[in-house]
């Protein structure tokens, strides 16, 4: 009855005023936006799709589907890794890489031990080792007569990250607490009379000196599980590749699998470029007291992690995650037990039960087919990110984790664009039939966080071969799931984004 009586006074007021202008034509209708239900039921996407949208401000899930089902959240792994890191080590934290020296320099000799010490700085390259070696030379030293020591101890020495990837994966390196140029070898061919020239860097943006630290030896013989076999050499490490595979001329980065031995021979040859003569660098612990000769400070904590997320560097997630339990006080003997360390950390920060099956990561990069999530937890840490932040610590700058994201977009060709004008950041995550996305959506009305995990267990299941890097099937699979969280995300906007 109220609602008849305000319509009909609305009506007499319009009658008993003439317009000032003719009226507006009737509004068009909107088009109904398919909800999730109906986008995930209807995209042909084999396997199963979890999804979360949550209301920021208000506390409420608007939207879910199989909220509770673990599934692999790939690379979106990296966001709890870095909410750990960040809160453990201080969003200005900085890795530190040592020179030092163990005795007296004796008319310009070293009558003792050099030792480059390891630090856990995941983005060291060949442009910060050659800052070092400056140093070793402008120090006066010109030979060493003990040994050269490469100290990796901080960290166990971990040969790759996951054990179920191809062994030619650069995205699968060793991790260790003296890493270089990301842990990987650029291998660089030209066919030549008679064979090929090859060519193996060090690979960094300003400095790319060659190594001897990786052999690759061109064979004719079948090479079984694929064109590249590693072979596991003492000192120097051994790559085998078959001619046919070549064609004329190309390049790819290898992973290394020994960092702290071939970060000490680039040094070497670095420091001999400048007239300082070292002997084979060995592994071997730093003594407790020495004389620091230099350092080389890394980025900040905040710039390394920016960048993690964006690039989603396997290493870098894990040396992150590594120094973050490191820092709570717990030597973690492998990735696995590090993770571990975090899935408590992060049980307790969102106020989960220890040992839930629904937060079970295996390392801190995602780069594992036996982590698991639900997209409850993932939302869960979102939120609780957002909620707490990051404050800065020794006059560094403050941040959050949705600032350190990657903005994405969901514009699609041929489509209208979203109803309100938006920002997305997120986290993206790939492994063969494995896709997952999570983040934070803002509109002018709205503040959502959101996960999406999909995956095909079973077709994983069927590829076990390593060497397989990319299965049949797999990259059509993961353009289908991408494209549904581009759909999900369009209508949770239309639907969600605008004022309350």
Same mark, same amino acid.
Do not use: C
């Given at each position: 009855?109220?609602?008849?009586?305000?319509?009909?006074?609305?009506?007499?007021?319009?009658?008993?005023? $003439?317009?000032?202008?003719?009226?507006?034509? *009737?509004?068009?209708?909107?088009?109904?936006?398919?909800?999730?239900?109906?986008?995930?039921?209807?995209?042909?996407?084999?396997?199963?799709?979890?999804?979360?949208?949550?209301?920021?401000?208000?506390?409420?899930?608007?939207?879910?589907?199989?909220?509770?089902?673990?599934?692999?959240?790939?690379?979106?792994?990296?966001?709890?890794?870095?909410?750990?890191?960040?809160?453990?080590?201080?969003?200005?934290?900085?890795?530190?890489?040592?020179?030092?020296?163990? /005795?007296?320099?004796?008319? /310009?000799?070293?009558?003792?031990?050099?030792?480059?010490?390891?630090?856990?700085? *995941?983005?060291?390259?060949?442009?910060?080792?050659?800052?070092?070696?400056?140093?070793?030379?402008?120090?006066?030293?010109?030979?060493?007569?003990?040994?050269?020591?490469?100290?990796?101890?901080?960290?166990?020495?971990?040969?790759?990250?996951?054990?179920?990837?191809?062994?030619?994966?650069?995205?699968?390196?060793?991790?260790?607490?003296?890493?270089?140029?990301?842990?990987?070898?650029?291998?660089?061919? #030209?066919?030549?009379?008679?064979?090929?020239?090859?060519?193996?860097?060090?690979?960094?943006?300003?400095?790319?000196?060659?190594?001897?630290?990786?052999?690759?030896?061109?064979?004719?013989?079948?090479?079984?599980?694929?064109?590249?076999?590693?072979?596991?050499?003492?000192?120097?490490?051994?790559?085998?590749?078959?001619?046919?595979?070549?064609?004329?001329?190309?390049?790819?980065?290898?992973?290394?699998?020994?960092?702290?031995?071939?970060?000490?021979?680039?040094?070497?040859?670095?420091?001999?470029?400048?007239?300082?003569?070292?002997?084979?660098?060995?592994?071997?612990?730093? *003594?407790?007291?020495?004389?620091?000769?230099?350092?080389?400070?890394?980025?900040?904590?905040?710039?390394?992690? +920016?960048?993690?997320?964006?690039?989603?560097?396997?290493?870098?997630?894990?040396?992150?995650?590594?120094?973050?339990? +490191?820092?709570?006080?717990?030597?973690?003997?492998?990735?696995?037990?590090?993770?571990?360390?975090?899935?408590?950390?992060?049980?307790?920060?969102?106020?989960?039960? *220890?040992?839930?099956?629904?937060?079970?990561?295996?390392?801190?990069?995602?780069?594992?087919?036996?982590?698991?999530?639900?997209?409850?937890?993932?939302?869960?840490?979102?939120?609780?990110?957002?909620?707490?932040?990051?404050?800065?610590?020794?006059?560094?700058?403050?941040?959050?984790?949705?600032?350190?994201?990657?903005?994405?977009?969901?514009?699609?060709?041929?489509?209208?664009?979203?109803?309100?004008?938006?920002?997305?950041?997120?986290?993206?995550?790939?492994?063969?039939?494995?896709?997952?996305?999570?983040?934070?959506?803002?509109?002018?009305?709205?503040?959502?966080?959101?996960?999406?995990?999909?995956?095909?267990?079973?077709?994983? $299941?069927?590829?076990?071969?390593?060497?397989?890097?990319?299965?049949?099937?797999?990259?059509?699979?993961?353009?289908?799931?991408?494209?549904?969280? #581009?759909?999900?995300?369009?209508?949770?906007?239309? +639907?969600?984004? /605008?004022? +309350?």
């Amino acid at each position: 009855m109220i609602r008849a009586l305000v319509v009909t006074f609305g009506a007499m007021m319009l009658m008993a005023a $003439a317009p000032l202008q003719a009226p507006a034509p *009737p509004s068009k209708p909107l088009i109904p936006v398919p909800d999730a239900a109906y986008l995930g039921g209807n995209a042909p996407l084999s396997g199963d799709t979890a999804y979360l949208v949550f209301d920021l401000d208000t506390g409420q899930p608007l939207e879910a589907g199989n909220l509770d089902l673990p599934l692999p959240p790939a690379s979106a792994a990296k966001a709890p890794t870095a909410i750990f890191a960040l809160d453990r080590l201080g969003a200005g934290y900085r890795f530190e890489t040592r020179l030092s020296t163990v /005795g007296k320099i004796v008319g /310009g000799v070293l009558k003792g031990d050099l030792i480059l010490q390891g630090g856990g700085d *995941p983005e060291l390259d060949s442009v910060g080792l050659d800052t070092l070696a400056n140093d070793l030379a402008l120090s006066g030293i010109r030979q060493v007569d003990g040994r050269f020591l490469v100290d990796e101890s901080l960290y166990p020495p971990i040969e790759r990250i996951d054990d179920t990837q191809p062994e030619v994966a650069s995205y699968n390196p060793a991790v260790s607490a003296l890493s270089l140029n990301f842990n990987r070898v650029f291998l660089e061919w #030209r066919r030549a009379s008679g064979g090929y020239n090859v060519r193996v860097e060090a690979r960094a943006t300003d400095l790319s000196p060659l190594t001897s630290a990786a052999v690759v030896e061109v064979v004719d013989e079948t090479i079984s599980g694929g064109a590249f076999d590693y072979v596991d050499a003492s000192r120097v490490e051994l790559w085998r590749v078959r001619r046919s595979a070549l064609g004329k001329r190309g390049n790819r980065f290898l992973p290394v699998r020994r960092p702290a031995l071939y970060a000490g021979q680039v040094f070497r040859d670095l420091a001999r470029d400048r007239g300082v003569r070292l002997p084979r660098p060995e592994i071997g612990a730093a *003594p407790t007291i020495s004389n620091v000769l230099a350092r080389k400070e890394s980025r900040s904590l905040t710039e390394i992690t +920016r960048d993690m997320l964006k690039y989603s560097t396997n290493l870098t997630a894990e040396a992150l995650g590594l120094a973050a339990t +490191r820092s709570g006080g717990n030597a973690a003997s492998n990735l696995a037990a590090s993770a571990g360390a975090m899935n408590a950390w992060t049980s307790a920060f969102v106020g989960a039960v *220890p040992g839930d099956p629904g937060l079970a990561l295996v390392n801190h990069s995602g780069l594992s087919g036996n982590s698991r999530m639900t997209v409850r937890r993932m939302v869960e840490v979102l939120a609780a990110a957002d909620l707490r932040g990051f404050p800065a610590l020794n006059g560094g700058q403050a941040t959050t984790l949705f600032a350190l994201m990657k903005q994405i977009g969901v514009e699609v060709k041929d489509k209208p664009s979203p109803r309100y004008p938006y920002v997305i950041r997120a986290k993206t995550g790939t492994l063969n039939f494995t896709s997952a996305l999570a983040g934070y959506i803002q509109t002018e009305g709205r503040r959502l966080a959101f996960a999406i995990f999909s995956a095909d267990l079973a077709k994983r $299941a069927a590829y076990n071969d390593p060497s397989i890097e990319r299965p049949r099937g797999s990259r059509t699979w993961g353009a289908v799931a991408r494209n549904l969280q #581009r759909e999900l995300l369009r209508s949770w906007i239309n +639907r969600y984004g /605008g004022p +309350r």
